[in-house]
């Protein structure tokens, strides 16, 4: 999941996430049970993220932008990693 998830919302090269998919043998975005798992992955990301949100005013920006994200089940836009 972290892999496929810094492929998808966090720029991880296509050809770079292919390279570890041939290492570890299978490519989890084929599986069916996929987008449940990258939910949930991606909601408690989100929820881990909002604990430092009075830390930096770009963390917050960036709690914003991931929870409207969630919301509208928009699951292309690029996050920033913290």
């Known amino acids: ?3 496929s998830i810094a492929q998808e919302r966090f720029g991880l090269p296509e050809d770079k996430y292919q390279d570890f998919v041939g290492a570890y043998g299978f490519d989890v975005r084929c599986w069916p049970g ?6 949930i992955r ?4 989100t929820t881990w993220i909002m604990q ?3 830390e930096d005013p770009a963390i917050a920006a960036e709690f914003a932008l991931r929870v ?3 919301r509208e089940g928009d699951f292309g836009r690029a996050w920033k990693p913290f």
């Open 52 to 54: 430092n949100i009075a």
């Open 34 to 39: 996929y987008p449940v798992l990258r939910e």
């Open 1 to 3: 999941m972290p892999t």
């Open 68 to 70: 409207e994200s969630l």
């Open 42 to 45: 991606e909601l408690t990301m």
